[in-house]
């Protein structure tokens, strides 16, 4: 492990408060962040992301993040390719390279040597199983998925409708499934990594969660989705974030508002369930079982890990 570069990761769902502590870690580490969210890349999507503001960087430097236009796809082999090359770029300047996010995935995928197969896109298929979509329902095609590639299909939720379709879409073009292509069977490890996950009463979660959604619409979630969607932003992959999904539905005359909140606030619940269930699947995690009350004790607890990692730490 010595000649491999040493990278700090920050994980954990929603709300969690993977953001202050990144800060506090990379003040006492001289570290800078590299974003490891899928939405928080996209411009003019803030709110609606937890995208954090200049004010919240507290002159930590941030890549990765507000650099992606709307229309503009991302996937993760994008993101791969990009957090590798940062983690490269941080080092050589003798800082310390911080991965910061909740997108299982794609942190899983800059960690280890994961090979995507970059195939050529059938652009009428592909329309077609959208298609299907909206006729029949996310369930209907995600049963679709489930007869070809029952490991693509139990990772992918249906309502991930984008690459439910492509996982179709590289199965019917190349015959081969995507769960087997995707990456290789046992991925090495990259770099000399210390992932430090972070997670809380369920109970306690689920509240700071549904707090947030309504922290979000106070600070004008709701303009700033209507913007997107008045813009024509709307089937895109950046506007099937939660959130911008569900109140699109409300603009379309589907749900109404308080039914639109209320929906915004399960998913989000639903999916720190999920991040969770990644996270404790996928990867060795140290854990640290957060309470905000007590914070500071949390971020010696935290400090005194990377200590043990070989890190020194400053400005405790």
Do not use: C
Request: net charge negative; hydrophobic share 35%; charged share 30%.
């Amino acid at each position: 492990m010595d000649d491999k570069k040493k990278v700090i990761v920050i994980v954990g769902p929603t709300a969690v408060g993977k953001t202050k502590i990144s800060i506090d870690i990379a003040k006492a580490l001289n570290g800078e962040i590299i974003n490891g969210d899928a939405t928080q890349v996209y411009k003019e999507l803030n709110i609606g992301s937890a995208k954090i503001t200049d004010e919240e960087m507290e002159g930590i430097t941030h890549h990765l993040i507000d650099f992606k236009e709307p229309i503009e796809s991302y996937t993760v082999a994008d993101f791969q390719r990009m957090a590798r090359e940062k983690i490269e770029e941080i080092s050589s300047r003798g800082k310390v390279p911080i991965i910061v996010g909740g997108t299982g995935l794609y942190i899983q995928s800059v960690l280890y040597h994961y090979e995507f197969v970059e195939q050529q896109g059938d652009e009428l298929l592909r329309n077609q199983l959208e298609g299907y979509a909206m006729a029949f329902g996310n369930d209907a095609l995600h049963d679709k998925l489930k007869e070809i590639d029952p490991v693509s299909a139990k990772n992918i939720h249906p309502n991930n409708v984008r690459r439910v379709v492509r996982a179709i879409e590289v199965f019917q073009t190349t015959g081969q499934k995507f769960s087997e292509n995707a990456f290789e069977k046992e991925p090495e490890p990259l770099y000399d990594a210390t992932i430090i996950g972070l997670t809380m009463d369920r109970e306690t979660l689920y509240e700071r969660i549904n707090l947030r959604v309504d922290i979000m619409l106070d600070q004008g979630l709701l303009d700033e989705a209507k913007q997107l969607y008045e813009k024509g932003i709307r089937n895109y992959q950046s506007v099937q974030a939660i959130g911008y999904k569900e109140l699109f539905d409300y603009f379309e005359g589907r749900y109404t508002l308080d039914e639109a909140i209320d929906l915004i606030k399960q998913s989000s619940r639903r999916y720190a369930k999920r991040q969770l269930t990644w996270f404790t699947n996928k990867m060795k995690i140290h854990w640290v079982q957060m309470d905000l009350d007590t914070y500071m004790s949390k971020k010696q607890e935290i400090f005194a890990l990377l200590e043990g990692m070989g890190y020194s730490i400053s400005n405790k």
